[in-house]
């Protein structure tokens, strides 16, 4: 079992009835600010999807979906999905949304291969969105003006909530550090991945890590991410490939780098075929979605989720993702979260 207990942690909220208010207040402030800050629609979203069609999130390739036959649909098998990666951007083009404004829903998900821990359930609740493009946007200037205005929408949620419940004093510096995965792996050659992550986040408290999935110097990659969504192979201004990657804030509690959203400019065509090219993919060009994309039928795009129990884990000083959403845990972790001040759901 994974675990940390943090010593003398204790519920800054005081009950769980004033948590359940914090978490309402969380959720209604912080996706009304991102849905503001980058001109977003909020849409309805589906929990299921058709087997089969590549409309599902790969995530890293091994994870299983839950997956079930339809009686209604002549016993087609249809798969709880990872994320909407894909979905959104389906449905940007039926709704023929214009370039500068897009979409956003409540994603519900079953992960039941995650290894449970602090920050991981079966169960996945995020605000996945998704904005059209021009294809001039595809930059990683466009990329970083974006990543500032979600960091706002997150700053703009904690200084209201300390309003609210002025025990939760705002941690987060005024701006956020951008680096990339070679620059990172270049100042800490001698660590892990997960560890630049916590030596660089520790010391700028809220970093975007550009170049997600691509291969670097060494051979390795900083962390797996499924090849026909994020861009990861087209290289950018600072002389890097990548047009993607993941917002990091330094956790207090638990005294780690903390990841509360993937996101990132879509692929292309050109740079969807490089992709399942590099990771012997190449048999999805035959699937639904990824034919519409290849044919060129889909908008340009930039999206992806952010963890609505992971924020408010992190506004609201958590220890554990339990505290926040209800899940199932191992009895051993509930035994040992409830010796250690730690509630879980």
């Known amino acids: 079992m994974s675990l940390y207990l943090p010593p003398r942690y204790r519920n800054l909220l005081g009950s769980v009835e004033q948590t359940e208010k914090a978490i309402k207040a969380v959720k209604d402030m912080f996706q009304d600010n991102l849905s503001a800050q980058l001109a977003l629609l909020r849409v309805t979203a589906p ?19 839950v997956r079930f036959p339809v009686r209604s649909l002549d016993e087609q098998q249809a798969e709880i999905v990872h994320s909407l990666a894909k979905w959104k951007r389906l449905k940007l083009g039926e709704l023929g949304i214009t370039p500068g404004r897009g979409i956003y829903t409540d994603m519900n998900a079953l992960r039941p291969d995650e290894d449970l821990d602090n920050l991981h359930s079966i169960y996945v609740d995020q605000w996945d969105w998704e904005k059209v493009i021009r294809e001039e946007d595809r930059n990683l200037d466009f990329l970083k003006r974006t990543v500032r205005r979600i960091y706002e929408a997150v700053k703009v949620t904690e200084n209201k909530l300390y309003v609210e419940f002025p025990q939760l004093i705002p ?12 620059e990172l792996l270049q100042r800490y050659p001698g660590l892990s991945p997960k560890e630049r992550e916590n030596a660089i986040v520790k010391e700028h408290k809220a970093v975007f890590i550009i170049g997600i999935g691509g291969k670097l110097s060494d051979g390795s990659i900083h962390d797996g991410r499924a090849a026909d969504y994020d861009d990861w192979s087209t290289p950018n201004s600072d002389g890097y490939e990548g047009l993607n990657g993941d917002i990091l804030l330094w956790n207090p509690v638990l005294e780690s780098a903390f990841e509360i959203s993937s996101m990132g400019i879509r692929v292309n065509p050109e740079a969807m075929v490089r992709q399942l ?7 999805k060009a035959d699937l639904y979605f990824h034919r519409r994309l290849i044919a060129g039928e889909l908008p340009q795009t930039i999206g992806g989720g952010i963890g609505q129990s992971r924020l408010c884990m992190y506004l609201l000083r958590k220890a554990h993702i339990g505290e926040i959403q209800s899940s199932i845990w191992p009895e051993a972790m509930r ?5 250690a001040g730690i509630e879980l759901a």
């Open 47 to 65: 929990m299921t999807v058709l087997s089969g069609t590549g409309i599902n999130d790969d995530l890293n390739g091994v994870e299983r979906p």
């Open 171 to 182: 941690a987060l510096p005024d701006e956020i550090f951008f680096i990339h995965s070679e």
């Open 277 to 283: 090219r590099e990771r012997g993919q190449e048999w």
């Open 335 to 339: 035994e040992a979260c409830h010796r």
